[in-house]
């Protein structure tokens, strides 16, 4: 099992930018890919971004793309979600997510919440207007 801890949320004005964290421990030589999602109130959780783990092939929700900057550092076991020119609407919980299981290839996957098998506690990322 992989354990996930997320940190670098905080309160931003609207073109500020964050730097998210995801720290991995436990059995990470198992991990296929990488996943930052984010959840508003009262709405579902969606993808945000993602990394494989064999090519570090990157993947981007439209409404990030541009802004948005995933990355890794395998030596920290450490996953970097760098946010820019924030605005309101990217206000929510962000988590990560790891992928160990790989039912399905992960070019294909990585946006489905479900293919995740290891969450995050979540961090708050709130842009103020």
């Known amino acids: 099992q992989v354990q996930l801890v997320e940190s670098g949320g905080g309160l931003v004005q609207t073109g500020g930018s964050l730097r998210l964290s995801c720290a991995a421990s436990g059995r990470t030589f198992s991990v296929y890919g990488m996943g930052w999602f984010r959840q508003a109130p009262g709405k579902e959780r969606v993808f945000v971004a993602a990394i494989s783990r064999s090519d570090g092939n990157t993947y981007y929700a439209d409404s990030v793309k541009g802004r948005f900057a995933i990355s890794r550092d395998d030596a920290k076991n450490t996953v970097y979600l760098q946010m820019n020119s924030l605005k309101p609407e990217d206000t929510a919980v962000y988590y990560c997510?790891?992928?160990?299981?790989?039912?399905?290839?992960?070019?294909?996957?990585?946006?489905?919440?479900?293919?995740?098998?290891?969450w995050g506690q979540g961090t708050q990322v709130t842009v103020s207007s």
């Open positions: 997510a790891a992928d160990t299981t790989l039912g399905t290839p992960f070019v294909v996957s990585y946006y489905r919440a479900y293919e995740y098998d290891s």
